[in-house]
T-cell receptor
C-alpha cells in the first residue's frame, strides 16, 4: 500500500492569507486527489491532479481559490487562497493503488486548517 | 447530490457486541470501499468490495454488497473500545476515478 505524508499537519491562519499544503507519496502514482472535510461532515472531492496536465476541479471548486501543482509523480500541492473562516476544514490527499490492480484509494493523514 | 447515505448516523454499543452500519448509494459502481476515521484524522482503508462480489471478510470485519438495492453493510464483530471511530463508505467507478463518500456513522464502543 502507498504511504502518504502531508505537511503541515495543522495550521491556524488569518483571514485573507493563503496556505499551501504538501502531499508526498512513497511511490509513483498517476493520479492524486484532494478532498475537503468540513467540521462534522463527510469528504468532498476538490480536484483530481495528474502529472503534466492541469487539475480537474469538481463543481463548486475553482482554480483561483484552490490552485494545485503536480510537478512529478510523487508530489502535489494544494493552496487554499484568500482564506475565510468557511475554509476551516481538514484537507486530505489520496492516491489510487494501481500496482496490485485493486483500485484501493489510500489517504494521507490530513491537514487540519483553522481560519480566524 | 450523489452522496450516499449511511445509517445509523450514530451508534453506541458495549464492548463485545457486534456493530452493523449500512450504506446506500445512487449510481452504478465498480467497487465500494469502507474507511475508518479516528477523531478527525486521516482515513484508514478497511476493505474494498467489487460490484461482482456479494460478501467479503477481513478479520473481524464482514462487508456485504447488494447492487440490486444499491446498498452495503459493514459488520464489526466482537467490538472493542479501540473500534470507536467514524466509519465511511465510498463508491468508486473504476480505475483512476474519484470516490463519492457516504455521510458516515459515528460508532462508540463503551467498556
Amino acid at each position: 500500500s502507498a504511504v502518504i505524508s502531508q505537511k503541515p499537519s495543522r495550521d491556524i491562519c488569518q483571514r485573507g492569507t493563503s496556505l499551501t499544503i504538501q502531499c508526498q507519496v512513497d511511490s509513483q502514482v498517476t493520479m492524486m486527489f484532494w478532498y475537503r472535510q468540513q467540521p462534522g461532515q463527510s469528504l468532498t472531492l476538490i480536484a483530481t491532479a495528474n502529472q503534466g496536465s492541469e487539475a480537474t476541479y469538481e463543481s463548486g471548486f475553482v482554480i483561483d481559490k484552490f490552485p494545485i501543482s503536480r510537478p512529478n509523480l510523487t508530489f502535489s500541492t494544494l493552496t487554499v487562497s484568500n482564506m475565510s473562516p468557511e475554509d476551516s476544514s481538514i484537507y486530505l490527499c489520496s492516491v489510487e493503488d494501481v500496482t496490485g490492480g485493486t483500485d484501493t484509494q489510500y489517504f494521507g493523514p490530513g491537514t487540519r486548517l483553522t481560519v480566524l | 447530490s450523489q452522496q450516499g447515505e449511511e445509517d445509523p448516523q450514530a451508534l453506541s454499543i458495549q464492548e463485545g457486541e457486534n456493530a452493523t452500519m449500512n450504506c446506500s448509494y445512487k449510481t452504478s459502481i465498480n467497487n465500494l470501499q469502507w474507511y475508518r476515521q479516528n477523531s478527525g484524522r486521516g482515513l484508514v482503508h478497511l476493505i474494498l468490495i467489487r460490484s461482482n462480489e456479494r460478501e467479503k471478510h477481513s478479520g473481524r470485519l464482514r462487508v456485504t454488497l447488494d447492487t440490486s438495492k444499491k446498498s452495503s453493510s459493514l459488520l464489526i464483530t466482537a467490538s472493542r473500545a479501540a473500534d470507536t471511530a467514524s466509519y465511511f463508505c465510498a463508491t468508486g467507478r473504476g480505475g483512476g476515478n474519484k470516490l463519492t463518500f457516504g455521510t458516515g456513522t459515528q460508532l462508540k464502543v463503551e467498556l
